[in-house]
C-alpha cells in the first residue's frame, strides 16, 4: 500500500461548500462500457468558486458548465475538482464504466445477467461524479437505455413517467423521485425477469402497485415475500401511523449481492436469500427472515428515507431505529417471547464479543476509515437495544408522540442522532441527557447486584454498581443511564409489590449512578428476585443466584423471557463449573434437580412450543467463549457436548415422546406450526445422541415434506457425527446442486462439521460446481461458517485454520473486499486466546499489513487489531 489510508473523524463534520438540487441520470447499458450522463442543478453554499466531487474507478469523458465545453477542473485519485463556477450553474458530467468487472459489486455492476446497483454507503461515485454525502439531497430523475430483447425491464427509484423504443432494439424507460434523496438511495436495475404483481390500497386510500422481480422460473417461490411486504405497509399505519408515498413500489431479488438488502427509494434490491422461499426450498426460519427483512426495508421508507442521516457516523439513527421496528412487527405478527429471546442471543453473543474486540465502537462511532466497517451489530442490534431502552423509559405513548415530533421537524432533511434524542425528549417531557451517552461510549456495561432481606423490618435491600471496562480507544468511562426491570415473587409465586418510602414504584429502575441501594418496604418474607426482565438494557448481570431460585424462576416468572433467562443462567452456571473442572481434571457435573426443571418445561403443555425450544437450546460456543479469557475451545466444546449428552440421556423418554406427538401431517407457516416444528426438531437434535439416533434422523430425512424437517435432520447428522450423514449430505446435493440458494444451506453444514478433518472438507467443497469465492452468499455459508462457527477446527492448535483463512482473506482482498472484511473478525480477537494460538494468528495478520495493496476494508481492522 503506498499510503495509509487516513481516518476521518466525526468532530471534524463540515457541511458542503455546495448542493445538488435536482441531477437528470441517463445510463446507456453495455457490459463493458457503460456511459452515464449526469445533468445537475448545483447551488453554492458557501464562499467557494471550486466544487470537489467524489469519484472512483471512473473514466471521465465530458464535463459541460450550463452547456458549455469546461476544461477549469482537475482530475485526482478519488476527486474531481471545477474551479471557477458560478454561483448557481447546471453541470453536465458523462463518464464510462465497467460493470462486468465490477467484481466488488459496489455502483452499478452485473448480478448474473441483469445489471443492479448497490450505492450505500458510498458506492455511487463509482458511477458519476458527485457529491457522494448523505446530506445532499437531490430530486432524481433516471433514463436507463438497454437493449430490450436482453432487458425488457429497465427499473430505477420512483414512478415511471415514459417508454418507448429505440433504434438497434434498444429501448429505454424514464423515471422520477419526488422525494429529494443523497445518492445513497439511488437505485438501478436492468434485466429480464418473472414478475409478482399485486396493489396495496393505503389508509388515505392511494392504490399502490406491488411488484416483485425475481430469476426466471422462481415466481413461486416470491408469494411469502409479497404477503409480507403487505403486511409491512398496513403494519407501519396502524402501529406508527406512516403512509407510503409513491404509487409503485418494487423489490429485485438478485444472487450477487455484499449485503441481505437495500433499501432504495421505491425500489428494493435484495439478496434473493431474503426473497425467495417455498416449502421445498426454504426452512421455517428462512420465511421468518424474510418476513423480518422485508418489514426492515420498508420501514426505512420514513426511517432512513424520509428521514436520513446526516454523515455516515450517524447510521445507527436509521439503522438502529428500524431494527426496533422491524424487531416489533415480527413480535406482533409472531411470538413476542421468541423474538426477544432470538434478539437478545445475538446481544449475548456476537454482539458482546465485537464490544470486547479491537473493533469496538460506540454506536455513534467517532472515528472511521472504511465506513463499510460499521454496518456492525453494535450499530445495528446494540442501536435497536439503545432505541428499545428509549421506548422502556418513555412508555409506548410518548414513544410515539417522539416519533410523530422527529418527522414534524425533520421530514425530507438528513438528521442526527441528537435530533432524534431531542424529539423524544421534547415530546415526553423525559430528561435524556445522562441515557445519551449510550451514543458515544463503547463496551458493554457490567452490572453487579446483591440482594438482602431484613427479615425483622421486612425490607429487602437492592444495591446496583455499574461499571464498564475499558475498550481500545476509549479508556475512561462514564456512568450510564440503564433501565433495570424487576419483579419481586414470594414463596408462592405471587408477585410482591415494590413500595419504596411507603409509596408503589414502577418495575423499572433507573439506574445512574455508579452505586445505587433500592430499600423495598413491605415485602413480608425473602424474595426471589427476577432482574434485567425482557433484557431491559444491554449489559451484563451479576447476581449470585442459586439454582433453587433459578429453577423456581423457571416456572413462577410471569414473564416468558424472564423464565428462559433463568433457564440460561442456570446453564451458565453449570458450563462454567465443568469447563473449571475439566481444566482441573475433576468430574463432569450436572445435578439431576436441574434436569428435573428442564423435565418439567418439556413437559408444561402451557408453554408455546417455539419458547420450550428455545428453553432447551444450549448457548452457542462463541457466547460461552465471551465468559473466559483466555477461551478455552477444547474445552467448552467437550463441556457443551457433555450437557447436551446428560440431558438426552436423562429426559430419553419425554423427547422421544414429545418428538412423536409433535408429528404434522401438512406444512403450514403459520406460527403454532413453526413452533411445533421447532420443538420437535429440538427434541431431534437430542435424540441423536442417543443409540437409536442414527435410524431416526435417516428416517424423517427420508419422509420430510418440507425443508426445514429436511435440515433438521441434516443439522442432527452433521453435529452428532452419525453414519449417516454422508448419504444424506451425497443425496441432498445431487438433488439441489443447480440452485445456489438451498445449497447454501448444505454449504453451511459442511462449514460446521465437527469431524477432524473438517478443513480438508472445505478445501474439496471449495471445487464443487455449485460454489464460487465470488458470489457473497456461497462465500459466507462455507468459509464464513468455517471461521465463525466452527471454533474447535478454526482454532486447531496447528494453525492451519488461521492459515487457510489468511489464503481466503488475501484473495478477497482484490475481488470484494467488503466480504473479505466481515470474514476476518475471528482472526482480530487473537488476544482472547492462548499464547501458541495468539503467535499464529497474529502472523496471519501480519501477513495481511504487509500486503502492498491491502484494502482500506481490512487495512482498518488489521491494522487495530496489531495496535491492541
Same mark, same amino acid.
Given at each position: 500500500m ?5 481516518a ?12 445538488i ?12 462500457n457503460? &456511459? ?16 470537489d ?20 477542473f ?5 476527486k +474531481? ?6 454561483e ?5 458530467i ?8 465490477n ?11 441483469a445489471?443492479?446497483t ?6 455511487f461515485?463509482r ?30 427509484n ?7 423504443? +429505440? ?7 424514464k ?19 418473472d ?15 406491488l ?13 411469502h ?6 403486511n409491512?405497509?398496513?403494519?407501519d399505519?396502524?402501529r ?10 418494487m ?21 434473493s ?9 426454504a ?8 418476513e ?7 420501514f426505512?421508507n420514513w ?14 439513527l ?8 422491524d424487531?416489533e ?17 445475538i ?10 474486540s ?8 467517532d ?21 428499545r431502552?428509549m ?11 417522539g ?18 434524542v431531542?424529539a ?25 447486584? &446483591? ?6 423490618d ?14 481500545q ?10 433501565p433495570?426491570?424487576i ?5 408462592d409465586g ?8 411507603g409509596?408503589?414504584v414502577?418495575?423499572v ?18 424474595? &426471589?428476585?427476577?432482574?434485567l ?24 416468572a ?11 443462567i442456570?446453564?451458565?452456571k ?16 450436572f ?6 426443571a ?8 402451557k408453554?408455546?412450543p417455539a ?5 432447551l437450546?444450549?448457548?452457542?460456543a ?29 429426559l ?9 406427538v ?13 413452533g ?7 427434541c ?21 415434506n ?13 453435529q452428532?457425527k452419525l ?5 444424506l ?18 454449504f ?14 472445505v478445501?474439496e ?7 464460487s ?5 456461497r ?20 494453525g ?15 475481488s470484494?473486499?467488503?466480504v473479505?472484511?466481515?470474514?476476518i473478525?475471528?482472526l ?9 494460538r495468539q503467535?499464529l494468528?497474529k ?8 500486503m ?7 487495512y482498518?481492522?488489521?491494522?487495530k487489531?496489531l495496535?491492541?
Open positions: 503506498s499510503q495509509n489510508p487516513q476521518k473523524y466525526r468532530k471534524d463534520y463540515q457541511s458542503p461548500s455546495h448542493t438540487t435536482q441531477i437528470d441520470l441517463t445510463f446507456d447499458l453495455h457490459d463493458k457503460t &456511459v452515464v450522463t449526469a445533468i445537475s442543478k448545483v447551488k453554492q453554499l458557501k464562499e467557494s468558486t471550486t466544487l466531487l467524489d469519484g472512483e474507478q471512473l473514466k471521465l469523458l465530458s464535463v459541460k458548465v450550463d452547456g458549455k465545453e469546461w476544461d477549469k482537475e482530475e485526482a485519485e478519488g +474531481l475538482s471545477i474551479s471557477e463556477l458560478p448557481e450553474f447546471e453541470l453536465q458523462e463518464t464510462e464504466i465497467n460493470p462486468e468487472d467484481t466488488a459489486l459496489e455502483g452499478l455492476y452485473k448480478s448474473g445477467g445489471y443492479c448497490q450505492c450505500e454507503a458510498e458506492g461515485r458511477i458519476t461524479y458527485y457529491l457522494d454525502r448523505p446530506d445532499v439531497l437531490a430530486v432524481f430523475s433516471s433514463t436507463v437505455i438497454a437493449d430490450k430483447s436482453e432487458y425488457p425491464f429497465l427499473l430505477s420512483g414512478n415511471r413517467v415514459d417508454e418507448g423504443d +429505440l433504434d438497434n432494439g434498444r429501448h429505454f424507460v423515471w422520477q423521485d419526488p422525494h429529494p434523496k443523497p445518492a445513497y438511495l439511488f437505485a438501478l436495475v436492468a434485466g429480464d425477469f414478475v409478482l404483481k399485486d396493489k396495496y390500497v393505503t389508509k388515505s386510500g392511494r392504490e399502490v402497485a411488484e416483485i422481480f425475481v430469476d426466471k422460473g422462481n415466481l413461486n417461490r416470491a408469494n415475500a409479497m404477503v409480507s411486504l403487505i409491512s405497509m398496513k403494519w399505519e396502524e406508527f401511523g406512516l403512509e407510503y408515498d409513491l404509487d409503485i413500489y423489490i429485485v431479488a438478485v444472487d450477487f449481492f455484499n449485503m441481505g438488502a437495500m433499501e432504495n427509494k421505491g425500489l428494493n434490491v435484495f439478496n436469500k431474503f426473497v425467495l422461499a417455498n416449502e421445498e426450498t426452512t421455517d426460519t428462512d420465511y421468518l427472515g424474510i423480518a427483512v422485508i418489514g426492515h426495508e420498508y426505512h426511517t432512513g428515507n424520509r428521514v436520513t442521516c446526516r454523515d455516515w457516523f450517524q447510521l445507527s436509521k439503522e438502529g431505529l428500524t431494527v426496533f421496528r424487531q412487527f415480527s413480535s406482533d405478527l409472531g411470538s413476542r417471547a421468541v423474538n426477544r429471546i432470538n434478539n437478545v442471543r446481544i449475548r453473543g456476537p454482539q458482546f464479543a465485537e464490544d470486547a479491537p473493533m469496538s465502537h460506540p454506536i455513534r462511532p472515528k472511521v476509515i472504511e465506513m463499510n466497517n460499521f454496518y456492525t451489530l453494535t450499530v445495528y442490534e446494540k442501536g435497536s437495544e439503545v432505541i431502552m421506548h422502556t423509559l418513555l412508555g409506548e405513548e410518548n414513544f410515539q408522540k416519533m410523530k415530533l422527529y418527522f414534524e421537524r425533520h421530514d425530507g432533511t438528513a438528521a442526527t442522532c441528537d435530533d432524534f431531542a423524544m425528549q421534547d415530546a415526553s417531557g423525559i430528561d435524556l441527557t445522562l441515557f445519551k451517552r449510550w451514543y458515544s461510549q463503547s463496551g458493554t456495561p457490567t452490572l453487579k447486584v &446483591v440482594g438482602e432481606y431484613n427479615e425483622s421486612k425490607t429487602f435491600a437492592l444495591k446496583v454498581e455499574q461499571a464498564t471496562p475499558p475498550t480507544e476509549q479508556v475512561e468511562k462514564l456512568p450510564l443511564h440503564i433495570l426491570d419483579e419481586l415473587y414470594a414463596a405471587t408477585i410482591i409489590e415494590l413500595q419504596c418510602n409509596e408503589k414502577g418495575n429502575l433507573d439506574i445512574k449512578e455508579e452505586n445505587k441501594t433500592y430499600i423495598f418496604v413491605n415485602v413480608s418474607e425473602k424474595p &426471589v428476585v427476577s432482574l426482565r425482557e433484557f431491559s438494557a444491554p449489559v451484563k448481570l451479576e447476581y449470585d443466584y442459586s439454582d433453587q431460585e433459578l429453577m423456581f424462576l423457571m416456572v413462577h410471569q414473564n416468558d423471557f424472564a423464565r428462559w433467562d433463568a433457564s440460561q442456570l446453564l451458565a453449570y458450563i462454567k463449573l465443568n469447563v473449571s473442572n475439566l481444566q482441573s481434571g475433576k468430574p463432569f457435573e445435578s439431576d434437580d436441574v434436569q428435573d428442564f423435565r418439567g418445561v418439556l413437559l408444561n403443555d408453554l408455546e419458547f420450550v425450544a428455545e428453553v437450546s444450549l448457548p452457542g462463541n457466547e460461552v467463549a465471551g465468559w473466559f479469557k483466555p477461551v478455552d475451545v477444547d474445552a467448552i466444546d467437550s463441556v457443551l457436548h457433555n450437557i447436551k449428552q446428560a440431558i438426552a440421556q436423562s430419553a423418554d419425554e423427547l422421544a415422546a414429545s418428538y412423536a409433535l408429528a404434522q401431517k401438512d406444512y403450514s407457516i403459520n406460527h403454532d406450526a413453526i411445533k416444528r421447532a420443538l420437535r426438531n429440538r431431534l437434535s437430542y435424540l441423536a445422541c442417543l443409540e437409536h439416533g442414527n435410524e431416526l434422523v435417516h428416517a424423517q430425512y427420508k419422509t420430510a418440507n425443508m426445514t424437517d429436511t435440515m433438521a435432520a441434516m443439522s442432527s447428522a452433521n452428532a453414519a449417516c450423514r454422508g448419504e449430505m451425497e443425496d441432498f446435493s445431487a438433488k439441489w446442486e443447480k440452485d445456489g440458494l438451498v445449497m447454501d444451506k448444505w453451511a453444514l459442511q462449514g460446521t462439521s465437527p469431524v477432524d478433518n473438517a478443513l480438508d472438507l478445501r467443497t471449495m471445487a464443487h460446481p455449485t460454489f469465492l465470488k458470489n457473497p452468499n462465500t459466507r455459508s462455507l468459509i464464513g461458517s468455517f471461521l465463525n462457527n466452527n471454533p474447535v477446527n478454526f482454532h486447531a492448535k496447528d492451519s485454520g488461521y492459515l487457510f483463512a489468511g489464503e481466503i482473506l488475501k484473495e478477497l482482498n482484490d470484494n473486499p467488503q473479505a472484511s466481515r470474514l473478525d475471528p482480530l480477537k487473537f488476544k482472547n486466546y492462548d499464547e501458541q503467535v494468528m502472523a496471519e495478520l501480519e501477513k495481511l499489513a504487509s502492498e495493496n491491502l484494502a482500506k476494508d481490512l482498518e481492522k488489521v491494522t487489531a495496535e491492541s
